[in-house]
């Protein structure tokens, strides 16, 4: 996802939320965790890459998230009793339990936006609640 925040000064603010678990973006980009200037929007203005979040962390973290966006995606209802194995399975619950705080730093960003590009992504139902917001 390609967010996209027009500001009132001099430069447009790209931000990336990322679904993808490689860092092939940042490769691509040369994106270091620093701002980087990227060009002239088609406004004139500086357009500056502020960051690149993964939203399921990358294959390099230790906490990658893996699974489902909510208990009705969880075919044997036994699992669903199970509050270990929805911790677990339930991407918005493990981003709980691991205490991140991803997911507000994240629903604060799509909500801040002036334009969400997705490429890449299948926009499925295991991440259903990101394409609501």
Request: aromatic share 10%; with cysteine; proline share 2%.
């Amino acid at each position: 996802m390609y967010q996209y925040v027009r500001s009132f000064s001099n430069e447009d603010v790209i931000n990336i939320i990322n679904f993808n678990y490689t860092p092939t973006l940042e490769h691509l980009t040369g994106f270091e965790g620093k701002e980087l200037s990227i060009g002239k929007s088609v406004s004139g203005r500086a357009a500056k890459l502020h960051s690149i979040r993964h939203i399921h962390q990358t294959l390099f973290d230790e906490d990658i998230l893996v699974g489902v966006n909510d208990k009705s995606q969880i075919e044997n209802p036994e699992y669903t009793k199970n509050i270990d194995v929805c911790e677990l399975l339930i991407k918005p619950n493990t981003n709980k339990v691991l205490g991140s705080g991803v997911d507000s730093e994240y629903e604060s960003t799509i909500n801040d936006t002036n334009l969400s590009v997705l490429f890449g992504t299948s926009a499925g139902i295991t991440d259903s609640k990101w394409w609501r917001l």
